[in-house]
């Protein structure tokens, strides 16, 4: 069959190709050649002249690529699939036109159909014996090979090829490296990931650097290792001289604060400073989260002092949280006095402040106090949440003033808030100890205001609590009371 009966019968055809991939066979010189069969011209096209077909230098690699790429996609209408040569080839022109993207993701697209079903050794014989490359595509052809090897999860392979590069001398990619050790880590192989790290250090190549270090010191902290993270920083500082930054320590921080490993945060801290790396605004903000859940709540108040020595933006919520940790201890002075600070520092307070003063100030009993902030941050027009009614009205039951905390419970349904069925019964409680009637009025507004009264009245008759919602369940208990 002729060329020119090819095509001719290729154009009755092109509807079973995609135009852009009909149009170049049809201008590819590299057909001009007789053809065997005259009845399908897909069978016409076999591996001999599909290999000319790429490596023609009249037709653009991208062409030679998405005719690649359909032929895979579609092995039905070939009688031949590319093999591992012209998967070599391929790849090595692209590369020798520095297509450098296109040719990793042409790796990764036939990688798991062809390249990673052959060993390694007979890659690299079948890639030098086809493309005698230059260096720099040499370099980037194995490089890529080891990001295709990580990202498929063959690990040992991805050493294999470590080995070969430092053994020919192939510069090896330190991005690369790294990208192979956060594959580790995300699949938690915290051993390959340090082995490998090692293997970098020991090759003598310059492959290490400080993001590499961050990703291994990451990946130990993930697995509560902190004192071989920081014994690594401190290694790779003496023998390497690589200057560890803040995200290196961050994980240490991050991980000794969790852990309240308040003893291996001093080194880490003293480390920093000695490596002269300063703590950055998201540093402090776990800091000051950890020492205050702890407890060490002047040394959190202190970094919040060094964040405004330092002009770092402070939040409202750090001192929120430094406050309610005093209140937690019964310090409620002391968070009043931070209270004071932090308005002469220019931080504005918010609803969940005044939330943690008055909380404060219920517990400890000092309800006067409480009563007279709500009455301050009423003539102030600032917006009184619900939070804030609750914690008031228990404090007032705690201390057993009946009527104040019926009173603020008033002034809560009138702001539209709806109590918390626990509050009802409690004050139900103490309002039927001493036969009050204010008793009996209490519980049907609080009927009037739930949401479900019908089926609250219904419930009282009916013995089977079994999926009786929390809060109405407490509801029936208090009609119970009055019925």
Not at 467 to 480: E, R
């Amino acid at each position: 069959m002729t060329l020119q009966s090819f095509l001719k019968t290729l154009k009755t055809a092109k509807q079973t190709y995609p135009f852009s991939i009909y149009k170049l066979l049809l201008n590819s010189s590299s057909i001009n050649q007789t053809l065997d069969s005259s009845e399908n011209p897909l069978s016409d096209l076999n591996l001999s002249t599909f290999r000319r077909i790429l490596s023609d230098p009249d037709i653009k690699s991208w062409k030679c690529i998405s005719l690649f790429n359909f032929i895979l996609e579609n092995p039905s209408l070939f009688s031949f699939q590319p093999d591992l040569r012209t998967h070599l080839s391929l790849t090595s022109r692209v590369l020798s036109e520095r297509r450098f993207s296109d040719a990793k993701e042409l790796l990764k697209l036939v990688a798991i159909d062809d390249i990673l079903r052959y060993p390694f050794k007979v890659i690299v014989s079948s890639f030098v014996d086809e493309c005698g490359c230059e260096t720099r595509v040499v370099a980037r052809f194995f490089n890529s090979m080891l990001m295709v090897y990580s990202d498929n999860g063959k690990f040992d392979e991805v050493v294999e090829v470590f080995e070969y590069m430092k053994n020919n001398e192939v510069k090896i990619d330190e991005k690369a490296c790294t990208l192979h050790l956060l594959n580790l880590k995300k699949c938690d192989q915290m051993e390959l990931a340090r082995d490998f790290f090692r293997l970098m250090v020991e090759s003598g190549l310059d492959v290490v650097s400080v993001y590499s270090l961050t990703v291994v010191v990451t990946a130990l902290c993930c697995n509560g290792e902190i004192t071989r993270g920081r014994e690594l920083v401190e290694e790779m500082v003496l023998v390497k001289g690589i200057k560890p930054n803040i995200v290196t320590f961050k994980s240490m921080i991050d991980c000794c604060v969790k852990r309240w490993d308040f003893e291996e945060l001093d080194l880490i801290l003293k480390l920093m400073e000695k490596e002269s790396v300063t703590l950055d605004l998201d540093s402090y903000k776990v800091l000051i989260d950890g020492f205050t859940s702890y407890g060490k709540l002047e040394e959190a108040e202190r970094l919040v002092s060094t964040m405004h020595d330092k002009k770092l933006r402070v939040e409202t919520y750090l001192y929120n949280l430094i406050m309610n940790g005093y209140c937690r201890f019964g310090l409620v002075e002391k968070a009043f006095e931070l209270h004071s600070e932090m308005s002469s520092r220019g931080v504005t307070p918010n609803k969940d402040t005044y939330w943690v003063l008055m909380n404060g100030l219920c517990k400890a009993g000092k309800v006067c106090e409480a009563i007279s902030l709500l009455n301050e941050l009423r003539v102030n027009e600032f917006e009184i949440d619900k939070e804030m009614y609750i914690a008031l009205t228990e404090g007032c039951y705690r201390v057993g003033m009946i009527d104040k905390s019926l009173e603020v419970v008033a002034e809560m349904i009138r702001e539209g808030f709806i109590p918390d069925a626990t509050i009802c019964e409690r004050l139900a409680d103490a309002l039927f100890e001493v036969n009050r009637k204010e008793a009996q009025m209490m519980v049907t507004l609080w009927l009037r205001v739930a949401s479900n009264q019908n089926l609250v009245l219904n419930l009282v008759r009916n013995e089977d609590d079994t999926h009786v919602p929390y809060q109405v369940s407490n509801y029936k208990n208090l009609v119970s009371k009055i019925w």
